[in-house]
């Protein structure tokens, strides 16, 4: 009797324990599902996305505790692959997602109608149609502007200081892109609050780009801009042999392109800006509706300099401008 007593009595202990597991882990919450959607040419490398990682770190949110990450990237540059992409990425059902850039914010919006968006490297979010205002952006989209109209003013403003001569200066445009009328209108206030007559010619592939920069030169273009586009290895190559061939001073937006070659750069720290939009995904994990955060700024900005370009082209950076420099190549 007491023999078939303790059996009994193990048996019962183990059905409990077997019980209490099985309900421990079925309150074991699962993980927050991040998707990350690259558009092509976007210049999300992996310091970046390492800086959103600590972002979320940040938050209480780390990969294979509760956290699982999923990137899909347009790696062709097309509509249909970013659609392909994006779609792939609704597929995985995230909580929220990541987009950098324009077009992968309007992709993902249709693939997946429900879930949140982070945006982010956005050059104007309330003109593109993104969000109703930056204040109460009043949708499922927020996270950061990039502040275009300010930043191109400003990169002109750089060009001047550094070729002090230049009145006319060329924009390459690619009116291809969903954000191309608002970027041109942000570019042409710009010019005119600087006192800069903008030589407007439209590129639409890399192969187009000798044709179009020639004509700027032939218009007594003395310095180069370019909106949004371009930004893969391949053109960036061939703005910077342009640009030195023609001796053209050209301000671009992010330190990638500095060190590709180009001579100077102005605009967000990307790491910055990536850590910073981790931050946005984190409050909606937690419970917050993107409809009532607003839209941020980016908290960090960079002037990156080269100082081997600046030889080749016969240009020597006034001393205001090294003095503001975060980052000064000589290669």
């Known amino acids: 009797m007491k023999r078939r007593s303790v059996l009994a009595l193990l048996g019962a202990s183990s059905l409990s324990a077997t019980l209490l597991s ?12 991040v998707g990350i959607l690259i558009g092509a040419g976007s210049d ?8 959103f990682r600590i972002g979320l770190r940040d938050q209480g949110f780390t990969e294979g505790r509760n956290l699982a990450t999923e990137r899909q990237i347009d790696r062709e540059g097309s509509e249909e692959s970013l659609t392909h992409a994006a779609r792939a990425l609704a597929g995985w059902s995230p909580d929220v997602v990541l987009a950098a850039n324009t077009p992968p914010v309007k992709t993902m919006r249709l693939a997946a109608p429900d879930v949140p ?18 204040a109460r952006p009043g949708g499922r989209i927020t996270g950061l502007s ?29 009116p291809d892109n969903p954000v191309f009328a ?14 800069v007559e903008l030589l407007r010619q439209d590129v639409r592939r890399t192969s187009e780009l000798d044709d179009a920069v020639a004509a700027i030169v032939r218009r007594g273009g003395a310095a180069l801009l370019r909106l949004d586009g371009f930004r893969s290895a391949d053109a960036l190559q061939k703005l910077g042999a342009l640009t030195t061939r023609y001796r053209l001073p050209f301000c ?12 100077m750069s102005y605009g967000p720290n990307v790491a910055a800006e990536f850590r910073q939009a981790a931050g946005i995904v984190g409050r909606i994990l937690h419970g917050a509706d993107p ?13 990156a300099l080269n100082e081997a370009t600046a030889k080749k082209l ?18």
């Open 44 to 51: 999300a490398s992996d310091y970046a996305l390492e800086a």
């Open 117 to 134: 968006i982070v945006m982010v490297a956005i050059g104007d979010p309330v003109g593109s149609g993104l969000v109703a205002s930056l």
């Open 22 to 33: 099985a309900k421990a882990l079925a309150q074991t919450p699962k993980p927050a599902r």
């Open 146 to 174: 990039g502040l275009d109209a300010e930043l191109t003013g400003k990169r002109l403003e750089l060009l001047k200081e550094v070729a002090p001569g230049t009145t006319k200066v060329g924009l390459l445009a690619s």
């Open 182 to 195: 608002v970027q041109l209108r942000n570019a042409e206030m710009a010019a005119k609050a600087t006192g």
């Open 252 to 263: 671009g937006d992010r330190l990638l392109e500095v060190r590709g070659g180009l001579l």
């Open 314 to 331: 016969g240009l020597v950076f006034p001393a205001a401008v090294r003095a503001r420099a975060n980052a000064v190549i000589d290669f």
């Open 291 to 303: 409809a009532t955060l607003p839209v941020e700024s980016p908290l960090r900005f960079e002037l």
